[in-house]
């Protein structure tokens, strides 16, 4: 099996990623509060998600790790989020929450676990 590069399944995953919630904001009409945005939070907002987090981090593992160490960090930023919400800002821990953790957590497990020789 060809490996691919890490930028190109990078690529994939975060275009997957950003057009799932996209359709999810479509659905549920969460881009109505976009409207209310001003210049500075639209400016504050950019800055946050492309500049100062995503782009420099994406830079910065691509040189040192694989594909599958990628996509493996980025499924722990939404655990984290997840988290911190619920310890920041009272976000209640449903069992579909808990469910989705483990199965994340399993998902990087068995991604990290080397197959063992029969």
């Excluded at 975060?14 to 881009?31: E, R, T, Y």
Aim: net charge positive.
């Amino acid at each position: 099996m060809q490996r691919s590069s890490a930028l190109g399944f990078l690529t994939v995953g975060m275009g997957a990623g950003a057009v799932v919630l996209v359709l999810a904001g479509l659905v549920k009409g969460s881009f109505a509060a976009l409207d209310n945005f001003t210049t500075a939070q639209w400016i504050a907002g950019i800055y946050l998600g492309a500049g100062g987090g995503a782009f420099a981090f994406i830079l910065w593992v691509m040189a040192r790790a694989t594909p599958t160490r990628v996509a493996n960090t980025m499924t722990v930023n939404p655990i984290a989020a997840t988290l911190l919400a619920a310890l920041l800002i009272g976000e209640p821990i449903t069992a579909n929450l808990l469910v989705g953790l483990l199965a994340v957590f399993a998902g990087i497990w068995i991604a990290t676990s080397e197959a063992k020789p029969a």
